[in-house]
């Protein structure tokens, strides 16, 4: 493997503190560098193609997970998506004005309503998940299926021992 700017860093803190085990800070700092600068742009470039931003997605694809009819009432919607309900209420408003969602009283509970997808946001939440997918796959294309399956369980691991750390966190690996 060649050296890459994480392990000059990492050498530079070595020389200069080498009372520091520094492998965390390289492993996370490569972790951080391909999350914020490889994934997230590219997976947003992804979902924009279909006229939505990636906090627009988010709301599509958890609708679309639940199956159909594709609704939730908005407060479980919110807790889904860790978000306040102010926040949620304008982005269901976007949503609702490009025609993407819409919202209808609940009939369990007529006091609320629910949200759910519209025909074309079925299809374009369809649409950007096939091609978020498609993207993420060809960004992880360079590692073979073995390497895939250690980097899952290593993450899986990273975040169960950072839950414990901090605390927990209800929707870790969603």
Known sequence: MSEDDVDRIAADWQRERP??????????GRLLFVAENRLAPAGARAVEAHGINKADFDVLATLRRQGAP????PS??????MMSR???????????????????L?????RSFRVSLTTEGLAVADAALTDLVETLADLSSGLTPDQLRHLDEALRALIGSTD?????AEHAAE
Request: proline share 2%; net charge neutral.
């Open 19 to 28: 009372d520091l085990d520094v492998r965390a800070l390289a492993v996370v």
């Open 70 to 73: 594709y609704g939730l009432i």
């Open 76 to 81: 479980v919607l919110s807790a889904e998506l």
């Open 86 to 104: 102010a926040g949620m209420t304008k982005r269901l408003d976007r949503l609702e004005t490009a025609g993407l969602v819409r919202r209808v």
């Open 106 to 110: 609940d009939p369990q509970d007529r």
């Open 164 to 168: 414990r750390e901090v605390g927990g």
